[in-house]
């Protein structure tokens, strides 16, 4: 599986911004996108994520309320959209596919593909 991902950029605290991510090659009908991020010298964490079977998302107890995650199962694509976002969410943030997930348990999902990241930085 291919991972083209897009936005990201500087915004104010309390901004709002969008990730767009985009995958092909899939070999089965049923998948989950993933969104992570990573800041240097911490360890990567899981986001959010959505899966193409039911359409059932997961949040990170750090970003609920404030990100929203959808997709177009048609187009491959997936989306967060970021808003009120804190200096604390700046970070590179990942697009990634299990390719054969039948849900949108991130934390066991085996995240195979991986979009090349894009910056987010939120300042103060």
């Known amino acids: 599986v291919q991972v083209a991902q897009s936005g990201g950029g500087l915004v104010q605290a309390g901004g709002s911004l969008r990730l767009s991510c985009a995958a092909n090659?899939?070999?089965?009908?049923?998948?989950?996108i993933g969104w992570f991020r990573q800041v240097p010298g911490k360890e990567r964490e899981g986001v959010s994520c959505?899966?193409?079977?039911?359409?059932?998302?997961y949040y990170a107890d750090s970003v609920k309320g404030r990100f929203t995650i959808s997709s177009d199962n048609s187009a491959k694509k997936a989306y967060l959209q970021m808003n009120n976002l804190k200096p604390e969410d700046t970070a590179v943030y990942y697009c990634?596919?299990?390719?054969?997930?039948?849900?949108?348990?991130?934390?066991?999902?085996?995240?195979?593909?991986w979009g090349r990241g894009t910056q987010v930085t939120v300042s103060s």
């Open positions: 990634a596919v299990d390719d054969g997930a039948t849900s949108a348990d991130l934390p066991n999902l085996y995240f195979s593909s």
């Open positions: 090659g899939f070999r089965f009908d049923d998948y989950a």
């Open positions: 959505i899966s193409s079977k039911d359409g059932s998302t």
